[in-house]
């Protein structure tokens, strides 16, 4: 059973700082690994897609990914209140897609 | 823009009811997947289709089925309507291939409650 795991939260830190959420996965074949950024209510939307060992940065977020540790986390520099949202990992197999639990962020103005 | 959409916001059914949730994308993708999300629980897939005519199972098809007639449409069909069915339920769509990329597009959710 391929599992991917995540803090469920909440986190909160205050507007301005670094947040940052972080996600295992148990298969060592994964191919690619997403941040789904979810508001209540709503459906899960791409913010970050990451698939080489590293960082990999797009404005406030940045990925970060090491395969031989199995771990990839998501940093949002100056964290905003509209970031507030649950944050899901998914780690593609194949044709695929692993969803971990999501971490609920929240942002304090 | 990708677009995947789904027949219904929201939708009350009474238990023993066959319920058909519909999901449309514009974008030309092979495989398309239905999850249904729960609080604590996550995503959880249910069924998924690589293309026509196919599907395979997910983690949770006991319950499901699911018909795809055209490349665009995926159907989930819930034979006999129970409130442990109760659930959002969301359609993703993703072209096909591994490696890197090809991220799922989600449509806006089904929120269905059986009572």
């Known amino acids: 059973q391929k599992e991917v795991e995540q803090n469920s939260g909440p986190l909160s830190v205050p507007e301005g700082a670094i947040a940052s959420l972080n996600c295992t996965y148990s298969?060592?074949?994964?191919?690619?690994f997403f941040w789904y950024r979810q508001y209540s209510g709503k459906s899960p939307e791409l913010i970050m897609f990451?698939?080489?060992?590293g960082d990999k940065e797009d404005g406030r977020f940045t990925a970060q990914l090491n395969k031989a540790s199995q771990y990839v986390s998501l940093l949002i520099r100056d964290s905003q209140p509209s970031d507030s949202a649950t944050y899901l990992c998914?780690?593609?197999?194949?044709?695929?897609?692993?969803f971990g639990p999501g971490t609920r962020l929240s942002v304090l103005p | 823009d990708v677009k995947v959409t789904q027949s219904s916001r929201y939708l009350v059914k009474r238990t023993g009811e066959k319920v058909f949730l519909e999901c449309v994308q514009d974008?030309?993708?092979?495989?398309m997947f239905w999850y249904r999300q729960d609080p604590g629980l996550g995503l959880r897939l249910i069924y998924f289709s690589y293309d026509v005519k196919m599907k395979e199972k997910g983690d949770i098809p006991e319950g499901y089925s699911v018909s795809r007639e055209k490349k665009e449409r995926f159907s989930l069909i819930l034979e006999s309507a129970s409130t442990n069915q109760t659930s959002m339920y969301l359609c993703?769509?993703?072209?096909?291939?591994?490696?890197?990329?090809?991220?799922?597009?989600f449509g806006p959710g089904t929120r269905l409650t059986v009572t």
């Open positions: 993703a769509s993703s072209f096909p291939g591994s490696g890197r990329l090809y991220e799922q597009y």
């Open positions: 298969d060592r074949g994964s191919q690619s």
């Open positions: 990451i698939y080489s060992n």
């Open positions: 998914a780690v593609r197999y194949g044709q695929n897609f692993v």
């Open positions: 974008m030309d993708h092979e495989n």
